[in-house]
Each structure stands twice: as C-alpha cells, then as structure tokens.
DNA sequence: TTCAAACTTGTACTCAGTTCAGGTTTTGCC
DNA sequence: GGCAAAACCTGAACTGAGTACAAGTTTGAA
C-alpha cells in the first residue's frame, strides 16, 4: 500500500500490457515474498516467523524485505498490485453528484468485491495469530488513507464535522461486517452482513442535514 | 490500563484511604514516570525519546519502566490510577433496562467527563508527534477492552451483529470527536461536539429493530 | 559496447521488548 | 525490635524490527 509499485514508474504499472523485464521481476519478487511470507505465518503463527525467516525462505535478503514491504505487518496487509491498480481505478470517480452516504457505500461494496480472494485467507491468520488484531488496526485500515483522498477530492458540500462522522461511521460499518463474518461462510454471506451493516449505520446519516 | 495497579493488592487499591508505604511509592513511581515522560515527550517528540531516556530522567531502570507501562505508547494512553477507578465505577452499572444506545451515549459522556485533564495535553501530543497518530489507535481505543467487558454484562437484548455494530458505532463517534476538537478550544465545546456525534450517529440505530 | 539508473545485498547500527538471577525494601508476625 | 517471605528493583544479556549506507550487480537505452 506505501509507495513502491505506486511511485516505481511514475504512473501506475500496466500490468497486462508488455511490462519491462525489470518490472516483471519486481512483481515476481514481490508475490514470491508475499506468498513465503503468508504460508510461514499461517504454519507458525505472526509473532513465530521474523521477517529474516520469511527473507531467507522467499531467497531474498532481509534488507530487501524492507524495499518492498514498509513493515512486517503490511506483507499480511498490502495489496497485489493488480489489485491495487483495481482500487484505484474504484476511487477514480469522486462520485461527485451523489450524497456521501451512498457513495460510501458503493465504494466499499465495490470494495468487497475486490477483497473476494484475500479475506477469507486474512481472517485466518487473525483467528490464528492474536498478536496480529492487537498490534493492526485491522484489514479495513489499510484502506483509510486512500479513502481519505478521495473523499478529499469529493466537492465538500457542507459542514466537515458531519462528513468526518459519515466517514468514519462507514469505516465503522465495514470493520463490524468483517469482524461478524465467519470465513467459512460464504463470501455473499459476507456480502450481505456489510450490507447490512451500511444501511443501519447509515439510517440516521444518508440525509445531509437533521 | 492493562492490569499492574488492578491486579496488585486483589482488588482495586484505595487511593484516598491509608495506603501502604508500598501502594503510595508505587503510585508515585508510575507518576514520576509518566509526567517525566509527557514532559519528555511534549518538548522532543515521541519518537526522539527512547524509554532509555524517560527512565534515566526518571531516576529509575530501564526494566523498571516496562513493569508499569507494557510499552512505550501506554506511558502516553494509560491512566493513573485514581482516574482509572472512577472509570471502573462508572462501568459498574452495566445499565441493563435502557436500550443499548443510550447506555453507550450515557457512558461515553461520563468518560468525556473523566478526561477534562488529560485529553488537551494529549491532543497537542499526538498533533506534535505525527508517529503516534499512525502506529497508535487513537485516546479512544484504549478504553475499547474495558467497555467491550461491560457490554458483555448486559443482557444481550437480541441481534449481535447490530450489537457489534452499534458499539462500534459509539466508538467512531467518539474518535470522530476527538479528531475534531481543537484543544485550543473549551473543554465543554468538545463536549458538545461529542454529544452531536452520538447523537448524528446513532439517529438510525437508537432504536433495537429497523 | 557503454553508461547511468535501478535494484540487491551485507554490515553495522539503534531501539523496543523479554527474561532472569540476584540484591534491596516492605510487610505481617512473633 | 527482629525475622522470614513476599514484593519490588536492577543490570546484563538476548531477540527481533527497522534504518542507513556503501559496494556490487542487473537492466534499459543509446
């Protein structure tokens, strides 16, 4: 999520298009490591495995670890940069002429649709590793910054304070629906509870004045 | 916050009864401590200051230091002892025939109350050391434990995932107040902001069923 | 072929957090 | 007052995360 494949060529890579050799092996690399680094935590648990264990299974030294993940905690956070590219593209559209509410919510439902592949896997090494619910602020968090921007981008229609709330009342939302789903359920289960969630959360909120 | 002063003498010491000479050098140790770190902290940044220095300055060990704050973050989010009884307190009541809502609101309030003293210092703490504001979760999340405890001593009234969703609901509020209160400002203004958060957010979910 | 930019690596460092064996202080009790 | 046990403090030694940097290697383009 922090600056390496965003920053590396100067626009965002074109990852189905003719990559260069050195991109490529940059994208290999960071899959190799993300990968090793997953299997080692799910085997032995967040706090078994250091990030020399993780290098040094991945073939790669400790020191490169670090280019490519900012911390420890972001090889279980950070996005595939195809996925990445993905989300990006969902926040293009500040969603200008919607009320904030419902912009909210199509961008993280948009956003669960994206995380189809990576959730199921998240929430177990949570349940596993307790370590990892304490020190994270959970996989939704990762995703804040972002939003941020973008709702930064949106035209402010109105008083800030009820736009931070609306905000971080969705966040809230989208932490609870995780939190709630059992992994072994079906993804449209999970699907439904965020729904769910949003639409509560957002009963007293979707209207901009009270 | 995590049980050194709770769990020392069996139950919760009595702060303004006789203490022990033990109890009261132990109670000014952990003062000693956090005011030489706030103060610390405050002139140089959080991250400038190693717990090597807040100890030296401290008159006190290294490993001493880690016997009353588990890490360098809680010596800035913990709260002294006389404080945390009054939170224990107001937590006795688990508020069992007002709906869910309200008790939180009620609860929430009350700890704005407790905070009068610490919150302006702290907030110009973390505007200080941006460090803190990433790697830590905000003021708010360290009374999180203890009120997800007293939640769970209320008589679940029904659904839990509205439950789930409406306690951390409160808790946005809440951070959501913090974050736009200006410590420049009255303290009673915060309160204020607060009790518009609670009461935005919670217009949809004040009610059990939608 | 050549050269600059991008990438990797080992080394060496700082600091957070843990463990533990000994020394010191407090307390309850005689 | 004196004593033993419990509680407390401390220094030393250790693990592991994260950073800085200089030297080496690979890639892309001319």
Same mark, same amino acid.
Request: some cysteine; aromatic content about 8%.
């Given at each position: 999520?922090?600056?390496?494949?965003?920053?590396?060529?100067?626009?965002?890579?074109?990852?189905?298009?003719?990559?260069?050799?050195?991109?490529?092996?940059?994208?290999?690399?960071?899959?190799?490591?993300?990968?090793?680094?997953?299997?080692?935590?799910?085997?032995?648990?967040?706090?078994?495995?250091?990030?020399?264990?993780?290098?040094?299974?991945?073939?790669?030294?400790?020191?490169?670890?670090?280019?490519?993940?900012?911390?420890?905690?972001?090889?279980?956070?950070?996005?595939?940069?195809?996925?990445?590219?993905?989300?990006?593209?969902?926040?293009?559209?500040?969603?200008?002429?919607?009320?904030?509410?419902?912009?909210?919510?199509?961008?993280?439902?948009?956003?669960?649709?994206?995380?189809?592949?990576?959730?199921?896997?998240?929430?177990?090494?949570? =349940?596993?590793?307790?370590?990892?619910?304490?020190?994270?602020?959970?996989?939704?968090?990762?995703?804040?910054?972002?939003?941020?921007?973008?709702?930064?981008?949106?035209?402010?229609?109105?008083?800030?304070?009820?736009?931070?709330?609306?905000?971080?009342?969705?966040?809230?939302?989208?932490?609870?629906?995780? =939190?709630?789903?059992?992994?072994?359920?079906?993804?449209?289960?999970?699907?439904?509870?965020?729904?769910?969630?949003?639409?509560?959360?957002?009963?007293?909120? =979707?209207?901009?004045?009270?």
């Amino acid at each position: 999520m922090t600056g390496f494949f965003q920053t590396a060529s100067g626009q965002r890579c074109a990852l189905s298009a003719v990559m260069g050799l050195r991109e490529r092996k940059k994208l290999d690399a960071w899959r190799t490591i993300r990968s090793t680094a997953l299997r080692l935590i799910s085997e032995r648990g967040f706090d078994a495995v250091s990030v020399e264990d993780i290098a040094a299974a991945a073939g790669v030294s400790r020191t490169t670890f670090f280019t490519y993940f900012p911390n420890k905690e972001a090889v279980v956070h950070d996005l595939d940069p195809a996925e990445l590219q993905q989300w990006r593209e969902l926040l293009e559209d500040p969603r200008d002429g919607m009320p904030l509410w419902d912009a909210l919510t199509e961008v993280l439902l948009g956003l669960a649709r994206l995380l189809e592949q990576r959730l199921p896997l998240q929430k177990r090494l949570f =349940a596993q590793s307790p370590e990892l619910c304490q020190s994270s602020r959970g996989p939704c968090a990762s995703y804040q910054p972002d939003l941020e921007e973008w709702l930064s981008r949106r035209t402010t229609d109105g008083d800030d304070l009820r736009t931070a709330l609306t905000f971080s009342t969705a966040m809230a939302a989208c932490t609870t629906a995780i =939190a709630a789903w059992d992994p072994d359920d079906s993804y449209e289960h999970f699907r439904e509870i965020l729904r769910d969630c949003l639409r509560w959360a957002g009963a007293g909120l =979707a209207r901009p004045v009270s």
